[in-house]
């Protein structure tokens, strides 16, 4: 234990980087259950996902006993490009709120991705590589998935094929140019390059695309195009291993200083930041070693964990992909036309689904204009501007840090700051202006499309 | 000297950040020529200085003896959230290109600013805080510059008021709204709210504004409105001065493994970064201890060191601010609109104008087709998207590792990575759809603005 005074910003040594992944399914005594079969509701086989995705990562989404999963050298030799990232001590933000809480947040957007997503993008990237395919196929929605990976693929020399969810595609152009600058073909969905994109099209002209359709249409075109696989940025366990970068350089970082974080919160949308974010520190927990509180924040306008239903349901609203048991609000969910920010997914991850069923996690929701006020004031506070996703993780941190001025604790608070929020700017012209608002989806909504969950148990 | 391996990156403990600016005219045998008044031609005294900018930062200004001014302790508490900025090793752009050359860039685009202009926005903030101001104003054309005023006066708790060229203001919505979250008022230039901005107005009505122009009306409003004073983001000797925390940290960072550059190469608009990244080095071979190669790159269709004059000339078209000896292509000089990126002032600063005429720097100048030819190389091989003001340095540092190739030579070369280009990316847009062309200014062109320098020698 150190005493030394603890910098803004805590850097680890290259050679204090991660060297593997931490796997938390492997202390998990409950583990998340097995993905079945879409259409025949079993268990599905390796073999049945080596259709869609590359050989290496369905062993990794389907390996729940192995601890730790040695990172290839070609992945830690990128990840010296734009890691280790800062773990910042929020020295200002704690004297603006005058609280004696310590606030600590690992920053993920120095990358050009703008997001904790590249972690994942590079190993996906590599192990396509690896097995010597041509390409892979995405779909992205904010963008910020889709930039990662063509960011990858332009580094290894793969292609690179986005699916883009058309209101994106035509709201968002400089992340579309972004990815064009990187070599991807960006493809605004529903689109007529695949069977399912034009059935779409002729059953709803003109309608603006979904991720759910994006889904579809990237993983038809990678099972119908030799020497492609299809690759997904969140949700997925192999995701959530590969995060794990950042909740073990937390640590390593923490562990320099003596420090021992009493919360951990962070922003949950598919799960892939927070699932990264804990693991290491959740995997203590589960072994008994150490206790802390975790806390998952969403939006109130897309409330998976808190007003969601603990049922196998499809990953996609096309229900190409297996089943997975998660927190879900129904595949048909869509969240409000006035949601700004991502963080929209209907379902959560498995791993993070089963932690929060078991109690080891709590879960918050927030809405998007007091997200958006957090945001400001951290932007001016702290110097960066976040992302919206980030800044429900800021919110529920500010709200524990008020808490602790109010009782005089000095709670350590440790959360994600998962990116920067410079493609997000038509957002926050809304907020600017006075114009965001917030939509809470009614009992009914939830209801209807809950209504439609397969009936597998 | 160390012979330990380089990491990817070099960041300094916070401990070994610098605690000074260096001032490089305390080592010039020939200083830069004193600034005159534009109606009198006789060199401008501190109280003139005073009406328009902050007391403490004139003084900075016609400081040329001081060599080490030190800086306030909540500047490099503020310096601190952002900085040390990582001085980068290029070891995946070494190997694609083979080169046996080692490159190492400085990276100052990891702020919400996007680039270096912070260091000197805070400083200058700070003092007209300490001043008692309640404000600043200032001009912005691309945005960087008013982006990190604003977050500096955020922080301080400062009111700013930003002029942004019109045309920019439509064109980069974005930007616009960055400064407006952090607190700022930005008005399209020119406005309704300033003499000067009338009768522009009134002469060219739906004009798109420039740059001379915002300078002029943001002059202006400092001066009629009590406790303002005008702000400048380069050129000035001042900015210069805040800028050298970029080379002191590079030499540091270079010292801590016995690396020495043989050529430093930078972009070069107003000069503010170019003359922050040599100063050290500079200071260094004015004192004959060192020898190296510094190299400035500018846009071939503004050519200041290139093919501009060694004269007096107006800093802004309205001809309010004051006479400055440097390299110019005249005050009315304006490169053509298909001009994509930033380096657009017609004249350079001082410091490094009166280094160029002696011989102790080089310059050359790059067109914007090759330039985005090589910000679309680098970012898919080291993973950043750089600005295109940074990828004129970039060009150039391809350029000599390439020879280097040739040549067999292991030259080390140390560039500026001014900025990220996430803001650009209408540009890269056009550079993506192969609608990028370049223009080079006639011999005429030039000369006709030329021909109207003030008549002072």
């Given amino acids: ?52 995705f590359c050989d290496e990562l369905v062993a990794q989404e389907l390996d729940d006993t192995t601890p730790y999963i040695a990172i290839p050298q070609e992945i830690l030799d990128f990840y010296k490009m734009y890691r280790p990232s800062p773990l910042v001590r929020a020295y200002c933000l704690e004297k603006k709120l005058g609280t004696p809480a310590k606030i600590y947040y690992k ?52 292609d690179c094929k986005v699916f883009m969810v058309k209101c994106s595609y035509e709201q968002k152009p400089f992340r579309r140019e972004v990815m064009r600058t990187y070599g991807a073909s960006v493809t605004p969905s529903p689109s007529m390059e695949t069977a399912v994109g034009r059935k ?5 002209p003109g309608n603006n695309g979904s991720l759910g359709c994006a889904i579809s249409e990237a993983v038809e075109r990678a099972v119908t195009s030799e020497g492609y696989r299809y690759v997904l940025g969140s949700v997925l366990n192999l995701v959530l291993l590969h995060q794990s ?31 990264g974010l804990i693991s290491p520190f959740m995997g203590e927990k589960l072994r008994g070693e150490n206790d802390y509180r975790f806390i998952a924040v969403e939006p109130s306008s897309c409330p998976s964990f808190t007003r969601g239903k603990f049922a196998y349901d499809f990953s996609d609203t096309g229900a190409i992909c297996p089943l997975q048991k998660m927190y879900t609000l129904g595949a048909d969910f869509m969240p409000s036309a006035s949601h700004a920010g991502g963080l929209r997914y209907h379902g959560m991850s498995a791993v993070l689904s089963q932690l929060y069923h078991d109690k080891l996690m709590e879960a918050t ?58 493609f997000d700017m038509v957002a926050y012209q809304r907020y600017n202006d006075g114009e965001m608002s917030d939509y809470i989806p009614t009992d009914e909504e939830i209801g209807k499309s809950l209504a439609k969950l397969p009936k597998v148990e």
Same sequence: chains 1, 2.
């Fill in 1 to 52: 234990m150190s005493k030394q005074q603890i910098p803004y910003k805590i850097y680890l040594d290259e050679s204090e980087m991660p060297k593997s992944w931490y796997n938390l399914r492997a202390d998990m005594k409950t583990k998340p259950a097995p993905l079945l079969n879409g259409q025949t509701f079993k268990p599905v086989t390796a073999d049945e996902l080596k259709a869609v």
């Fill in 107 to 158: 920053f993920e957007g120095n990358n050009t991705s703008g997001s904790h997503k590249l972690n994942s993008a590079i190993a996906q990237a590599y192990y396509a590589k690896k097995q010597g395919l041509k390409g892979v196929t995405t779909e992205t929605g904010a963008g910020q998935w889709g930039t990662a990976l063509s960011m990858a693929c332009a580094y290894l020399g793969l």
């Fill in 200 to 204: 779409i099209n002729a059953e709803h």
């Fill in 245 to 275: 970068i950042i909740g073990l350089e937390c640590k390593t970082a923490l562990n320099k200083y003596g420090v021992k974080p009493d919360i951990i919160i962070g922003c949950a949308g598919g799960g892939s930041n927070l699932g």
């Fill in 365 to 422: 929701s927030v809405g998007q204009v007091e997200v958006f006020k957090a945001a400001e004031y951290f932007a001016k506070v702290e110097g960066i501007l976040p992302a919206p996703e980030s800044a429900h993780a800021i919110k529920a941190a500010i709200d524990e840090a008020t808490k602790c001025k109010e009782t005089g604790e000095e709670k350590t608070i440790l959360f994600g700051l998962t990116g920067t929020g410079y």
